[in-house]
């Protein structure tokens, strides 16, 4: 493996393009390879054991691809099948959740830390702090394009305002979709909490670790993507433009894993 192979991300389906946007913003200068897994999502609502098996082929698709190491970007598969990933394959695998308890740690000033993610990931209590929240209703609304909606600011407030009465300073949003409606999640809970977007702590992580080893690309070099799902719609390249924050570098791929 040298350091010009590029890197591999997955996700249940589109919602991790909020994770490569963050891996792209920090080393633009990588290649990467973007699978969504669209046939299996959602992830939130399945079994360990599904998770386990779909998150094995994701990855198994990547180490194909000659990836020198594979991001996680999925909460739920971080939480389900992140221990069983780092232990069986060959290259560096990185999850999304140690990096962000790791930030919310250090940036918390009374420990008092919150989480919100899909049922999965919520009932995995991977997430070790303070207080949790399953969101299920936010992944089906944020693809759906309900974003700006008063359903969507209803449903919000009935998740989050238990956090008010925990008096948190700090909320992860343990979910790839959950940095798309940022704004209406600091809108129902207090203006002092801080928000914690997993991908942006794991992307810090990732290029410290390439960087310590040795692995990072030529700084000279413009690094590119590469996307592949599982199933293919059309609507699916406008979702991805939302997720990812840009014009897509590619078309997609539809592969079979
Ligand atoms: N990518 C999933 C996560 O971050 C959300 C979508 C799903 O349930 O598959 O947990």
Redesign the pocket.
């Known amino acids: 493996m040298t350091k010009e192979n590029p890197i591999g991300v997955f996700?249940?389906?589109l919602?991790?393009l909020t994770v490569l946007k963050q891996l792209i913003k920090l080393m633009p200068h990588e290649d990467f390879i973007y699978l969504g897994d669209t046939a299996g999502?959602?992830?939130?609502?399945r079994s360990k054991e599904t998770v386990t098996k779909f998150a094995f082929e994701d990855a198994n698709f990547l180490l194909d691809k000659k990836v020198k190491c594979i991001v996680i970007?999925?909460?739920?598969?971080s939480a389900l099948a992140g221990n069983a990933l780092k232990k069986k394959l060959g290259v560096p695998i990185f999850d999304?959740i140690t990096p962000a308890i790791d930030e919310a740690r250090k940036i918390s000033k009374t420990g008092k830390i919150g989480v919100i993610?899909?049922r999965?990931?919520i009932e995995s209590g991977a997430y070790k702090v303070s207080y949790s929240q399953s969101c299920p209703l936010f992944?089906p609304f944020i693809e759906e394009d309900e974003i700006d909606t008063p359903a969507l600011k209803l449903i919000a407030k009935k998740y989050l305002d238990p956090f008010k009465k925990k008096k948190i300073d700090t909320l992860i949003m343990?979910?790839?979709?959950y940095p798309i409606i940022q704004n209406i999640i600091e809108s129902e809970v207090d203006y002092r909490v801080k928000l914690i977007d997993p991908g942006k702590a794991a992307a810090k992580q990732v290029y410290e670790y390439l960087k310590v080893n040795s692995m990072l690309n030529s700084q000279n070099l413009v690094g590119k993507s590469t996307y592949f799902v599982t199933d293919f719609t059309e609507r699916f390249t406008r979702m991805a433009e939302i997720f990812l924050g840009q014009k897509l570098q590619d078309k997609i791929t539809k592969v079979d894993l």
């Not at 999502?41 to 609502?45: A, H, I, L, M, N």
């Not at 970007?73 to 598969?77: P, V």
């Open positions: 996700d249940s389906g919602g991790g999502v959602p992830y939130g609502t970007a999925c909460n739920t598969a999304v993610g899909t999965g990931t992944v343990g979910c790839t979709h």
